[in-house]
């Protein structure tokens, strides 16, 4: 089955700009994360939606913001840029393993790496 | 507030070598763990997850155990592989708000050199 798939790879933005973020979770899972990793801090969560409501938020600015849509596919948005949001986003989708495990595992994208000049 | 603390930060073995890697976290309230690889400028790869009711798993020549009373995870590689290198993050989930959310670890930076 396919995987998660986050758009687009790579972009690059002017601070003050705004950059909005795509990902689309595994057939299935209806719980979708977002992740900010950057050298200084590792990775970071950001939010969680399930449902298309936001389950969980992280410790970031307001102007990071995120939504879910009926298909389960997910947004984030980053507004106002500044040098400091350079980094790799990740996403990740969290469902039920129909295998051995049952765990619910969580799955993620090959991310989305933002440089902000 | 969690906190996962992984040991050592970095790692650079011969290839053939068994290694152990450390994860451990504050709160023993955990859900799952989940060990993962990360290669350079990519996503996560997802390699053993550990439910809080089990005490191991394996999965080739990986072995990941968990001890919540202590807060620790391992992560064993058993006879090591140029292909290994890669850095090793361990994510505990923890409830909150109806959810489980991660907390990652800092990471292992593991080199197998041939």
């Known amino acids: 089955k396919a995987g998660v798939t986050q758009t687009p790879r790579y972009l690059i933005k002017t601070r003050g700009q705004q950059v909005t973020l795509s990902c689309s979770p595994i057939?299935?899972?209806?719980?979708v994360s977002w992740y900010q990793q950057t050298p200084g801090q590792g990775l970071q969560f950001l939010f969680e939606y399930f449902s298309e409501t936001q389950r969980n938020k992280g410790n970031f600015p307001g102007r990071f913001s995120g939504r879910q849509f009926s298909n389960s596919r997910s947004e984030m948005n980053v507004s106002t840029l500044e040098l400091g949001d350079s980094a790799l986003y990740l996403c990740?989708?969290?469902?039920?393993?129909?295998?051995?495990?049952?765990?619910?595992?969580?799955?993620f994208g090959a991310g989305s790496r933002l440089t902000v000049l | 507030k969690q906190e996962v603390t992984q040991i050592p930060a970095a790692l650079s073995v011969p290839e053939g070598e068994n290694l152990v890697l450390n994860c451990s976290f504050t709160d023993s309230a955990i859900y799952n763990l989940q060990w993962f690889r990360q290669d350079p400028g990519k996503g996560l790869t997802s390699l053993l997850l550990i439910q809080s009711s089990q005490r191991e798993q394996t999965s080739g020549r990986l072995n990941a155990s968990l001890d919540k009373s202590s807060g620790r995870s391992t992560l064993y590689i058993a006879a090591s592989q140029p292909g290994d290198s890669a850095t090793y993050l361990c994510a505990a989930r923890f409830p909150s708000g109806g959810s489980y959310i991660p907390t990652f670890g800092r990471g292992t930076s593991l080199i197998v050199h041939p």
């Open positions: 057939s299935g899972h209806r719980s």
């Open positions: 990740a989708s969290s469902g039920w393993d129909r295998g051995a495990s049952g765990a619910n595992v969580l799955t």
